[in-house]
């Protein structure tokens, strides 16, 4: 890496760019705040507040609803996700392990199931679900519609029946009148839970961290330390983690191995492959979004990393099981400043708080 001290060269930043484009591929130079620049590889940035390179950073605002119902939807959906009535026994609710102040997350290393073991996978956050395509670690389903049916079945995770939990929704006055207002000449069924339901997951949006509004033209909102972690993060040659955690929603929507030490066990969760049986998914799960992230630990599929430094560590190794690894992983040379900074980076793109009224929320519980 080649630091040099060009004063306010960014004011002239497309000259500067080309000239100091040399051979050593990346160049970041830091001539004090806000002014790193990294000029090769994942987009060419400079770090700066608001500097039109890093636009492709910004969130886009989202296609409108394709549903007439507006809000009330929403607010169903709210009720909906915070009601046990969902489950068979009435123990659980989606907020049982989507907990709307641990990002959506339960922090637990594995999600508990009905019976009080622990499944197999982590329980992900749920910020920014609306900009995603594919749900779940291995992507096997396409909507959120169909998505939020999904535990509200399953055995293990909330083990209701269709026919009961209409019943159910029928007997409940509030339920009754507001499906009924919402769907009417439609008798109550489990496909107009899923609408509520994602309806209300599309508002659990994150676009406003402190990131965000240094993106959006804020200066002084990130610290050095943050602004140098950026720089890691998108810098090929150092923490290469904006390959795969790509602009806007920090991920390229793709599936990799990334050498977890789980994948070397006998039986190991094969995570997309079993959806799409080609050799390169074999142990690869979803990259996910990481708005938010410093509220859902502990991390990965597998719950391994406990915190955000037992992460970048490993990243740092390159991945501990080598078999079927992803070829966009490898071992990384980071020093100590260059870690920590990281980690300030990854909670600057966290709020401290949801945005989300808990006591609202809780008090249904
Ligand atoms: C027992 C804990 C538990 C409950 C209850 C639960 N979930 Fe989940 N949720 C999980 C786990 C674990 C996954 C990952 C499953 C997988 O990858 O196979 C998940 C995945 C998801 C995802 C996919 C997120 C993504 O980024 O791909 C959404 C959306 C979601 N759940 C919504 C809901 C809704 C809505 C409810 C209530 C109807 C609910 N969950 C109930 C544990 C739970
Ligand atoms: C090869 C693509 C790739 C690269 C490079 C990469 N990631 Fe990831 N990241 C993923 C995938 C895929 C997962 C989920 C893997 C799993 O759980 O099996 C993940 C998971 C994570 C998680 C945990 C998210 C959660 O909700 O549990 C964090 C935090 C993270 N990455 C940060 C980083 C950082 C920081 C870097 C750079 C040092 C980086 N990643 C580099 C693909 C990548």
Request: proline share 5%; glycine share 10%.
């Amino acid at each position: 890496m080649k630091v040099q001290g060009i004063k306010n060269a960014h004011r002239n930043v497309g000259a500067v760019i080309i000239a100091t484009v040399v051979a050593c591929g990346v160049i970041v130079e830091n001539v004090g705040r806000a002014e790193i620049r990294i000029t090769e590889g994942v987009g060419r940035y400079i770090l700066e507040a608001g500097h039109p390179s890093l636009a492709e950073w910004k969130l886009p605002p989202l296609a409108p609803a394709s549903d007439i119902h507006g809000n009330a939807l929403t607010d169903l959906g709210r009720r909906l996700f915070f009601d046990k009535i969902l489950s068979a026994d009435k123990t659980r609710s989606c907020a049982t392990c989507h907990r709307p102040e641990l990002g959506w997350s339960d922090g637990l290393p594995t999600a508990r199931g009905l019976d009080g073991k622990p499944l197999a996978r982590a329980t992900p956050g749920l910020a920014n679900v609306a900009y995603g395509s594919l749900f779940n670690w291995d992507g096997r389903v396409a909507s959120l519609e169909e998505q939020a049916l999904g535990p509200v079945f399953s055995q293990s995770e909330m083990g209701s029946d269709s026919e009961e939990l209409v019943a159910r929704l029928e007997a409940d006055r509030f339920y009754r009148e507001a499906f009924t207002k919402l769907f009417p000449n439609q008798p109550l069924n489990e496909k107009q839970v899923g609408l509520a339901l994602a309806a209300f997951e599309r508002t659990l949006l994150v676009q406003d961290t402190r990131f965000d509004r240094w993106v959006a033209g804020e200066s002084g909102v990130l610290t050095d330390s943050e602004i140098r972690g950026f720089g890691v993060f998108i810098d090929p040659n150092r923490g290469s983690c904006g390959t795969c955690h790509a602009p806007p929603n920090f991920t390229d929507n793709g599936f990799h191995n990334i050498g977890l030490e789980s994948f070397g066990h006998g039986n190991p969760d094969l995570g997309r492959y079993k959806i799409r049986p080609v050799r390169l998914m074999r142990g690869a799960f979803k990259t996910p979004p990481l708005r938010n992230i410093a509220l859902s630990a502990p991390y990965f599929h597998d719950g391994s990393a406990a915190t955000l430094e037992d992460v970048i560590e490993h990243y740092r190794t390159g991945g501990v099981v080598k078999e079927n690894l992803s070829p966009e992983m490898k071992v990384l040379r980071l020093n100590a400043r260059e870690k920590s900074d990281l980690v300030a980076f990854l909670k600057a793109i966290s709020n401290s708080h949801v945005n989300f009224s808990t006591e609202l929320a809780l008090e249904q519980q």
